[in-house]
Protein backbone atom coordinates (compact mmCIF):
# COMPACT_ATOMS: atom_id res chain seq x y z
CA UNK A 1 0.00 0.00 0.00
CA UNK A 2 2.77 2.63 0.83
CA UNK A 3 4.88 1.92 -2.26
CA UNK A 4 1.45 2.49 -4.18
CA UNK A 5 1.35 6.07 -2.31
CA UNK A 6 4.78 6.76 -2.92
CA UNK A 7 4.52 5.88 -6.88
CA UNK A 8 1.15 7.94 -7.17
CA UNK A 9 3.35 10.73 -5.37
CA UNK A 10 6.36 10.38 -7.95
CA UNK A 11 4.11 10.39 -10.88
CA UNK A 12 2.38 14.20 -10.42
CA UNK A 13 5.98 15.49 -9.45
CA UNK A 14 7.16 16.96 -13.04
CA UNK A 15 10.81 15.48 -14.37
CA UNK A 16 13.74 17.09 -13.35
CA UNK A 17 15.87 18.72 -15.61
CA UNK A 18 17.87 22.23 -15.89
CA UNK A 19 14.73 24.76 -15.32
CA UNK A 20 12.90 22.76 -12.56
CA UNK A 21 16.35 22.14 -11.06
CA UNK A 22 16.54 26.00 -11.11
CA UNK A 23 13.34 26.72 -9.63
CA UNK A 24 13.61 24.18 -6.64
CA UNK A 25 16.92 26.48 -5.45
CA UNK A 26 15.32 29.85 -6.43
CA UNK A 27 11.74 28.78 -4.57
CA UNK A 28 14.50 28.10 -1.23
CA UNK A 29 15.88 31.14 -1.51
CA UNK A 30 12.59 33.11 -2.11
CA UNK A 31 11.45 31.14 0.94
CA UNK A 32 14.02 32.40 2.92
CA UNK A 33 13.94 36.17 1.73
CA UNK A 34 10.62 36.43 2.95
CA UNK A 35 11.19 34.48 6.48
CA UNK A 36 10.30 30.87 7.45
CA UNK A 37 8.37 30.98 10.50
CA UNK A 38 9.88 28.83 13.73
CA UNK A 39 7.19 26.40 14.20
CA UNK A 40 8.61 26.54 17.97
CA UNK A 41 9.13 30.38 18.78
CA UNK A 42 6.66 31.53 15.85
CA UNK A 43 9.32 34.14 14.90
CA UNK A 44 9.81 34.77 11.39
CA UNK A 45 13.40 33.72 10.05
CA UNK A 46 14.84 35.27 7.37
CA UNK A 47 18.26 33.39 6.32
CA UNK A 48 20.34 35.84 4.09
CA UNK A 49 23.56 33.48 4.39
CA UNK A 50 21.69 30.55 2.93
CA UNK A 51 19.98 32.77 0.38
CA UNK A 52 23.84 34.24 -0.85
CA UNK A 53 24.77 30.67 -0.66
CA UNK A 54 21.97 29.87 -3.06
CA UNK A 55 22.93 32.86 -5.67
CA UNK A 56 26.67 31.72 -5.33
CA UNK A 57 25.77 28.32 -6.07
CA UNK A 58 23.85 29.24 -9.17
CA UNK A 59 26.34 32.14 -10.40
CA UNK A 60 28.51 28.96 -10.06
CA UNK A 61 26.13 27.07 -12.36
CA UNK A 62 26.22 29.99 -14.76
CA UNK A 63 29.56 29.71 -15.13
CA UNK A 64 30.29 25.89 -15.51
CA UNK A 65 27.41 26.16 -17.84
CA UNK A 66 28.13 28.91 -20.24
CA UNK A 67 27.54 27.90 -24.15
CA UNK A 68 26.24 24.65 -23.12
CA UNK A 69 21.79 25.86 -22.07
CA UNK A 70 19.19 26.39 -24.60
CA UNK A 71 18.18 29.79 -24.83
CA UNK A 72 15.10 28.79 -22.81
CA UNK A 73 17.41 27.66 -19.77
CA UNK A 74 20.29 30.42 -20.42
CA UNK A 75 17.14 33.06 -19.98
CA UNK A 76 15.64 31.54 -16.71
CA UNK A 77 19.24 31.73 -15.41
CA UNK A 78 19.85 34.64 -15.79
CA UNK A 79 16.53 36.45 -15.30
CA UNK A 80 16.08 34.40 -11.57
CA UNK A 81 19.57 35.12 -10.66
CA UNK A 82 18.86 39.03 -11.29
CA UNK A 83 15.69 38.49 -9.34
CA UNK A 84 17.26 36.84 -6.55
CA UNK A 85 20.04 39.11 -6.57
CA UNK A 86 17.30 42.05 -6.40
CA UNK A 87 15.70 40.57 -3.39
CA UNK A 88 18.66 40.29 -1.78
CA UNK A 89 19.44 43.86 -1.99
CA UNK A 90 16.45 44.86 -1.05
CA UNK A 91 16.23 42.77 1.92
CA UNK A 92 19.61 43.86 3.05
CA UNK A 93 18.33 47.54 2.33
CA UNK A 94 15.51 47.42 4.79
CA UNK A 95 17.66 45.75 7.17
CA UNK A 96 20.03 48.52 7.20
CA UNK A 97 16.93 51.50 6.81
CA UNK A 98 15.33 50.00 10.02
CA UNK A 99 18.53 49.73 12.11
CA UNK A 100 19.60 53.65 10.93
CA UNK A 101 16.25 54.22 12.42
CA UNK A 102 16.95 53.54 15.50
CA UNK A 103 20.64 54.03 15.50
CA UNK A 104 19.89 58.16 15.39
CA UNK A 105 18.18 58.00 19.26
CA UNK A 106 20.93 56.57 20.21
CA UNK A 107 23.62 58.78 18.74
CA UNK A 108 21.23 61.74 20.51
CA UNK A 109 21.69 60.32 23.51
CA UNK A 110 25.53 60.44 23.44
CA UNK A 111 26.18 63.64 21.94
CA UNK A 112 24.20 65.20 25.32
Known sequence: ????????????????????????????????LEGIRNPETEEVVINLGLVKRIIDSIEMLEEKTKGNLTAPEANFLANTLYELRMGYVRVINSQEAAASEEAPEEETDSTS
Open 1 to 32: MEETVAQEEAQQLPPVNFISFLADLVTTAQLY
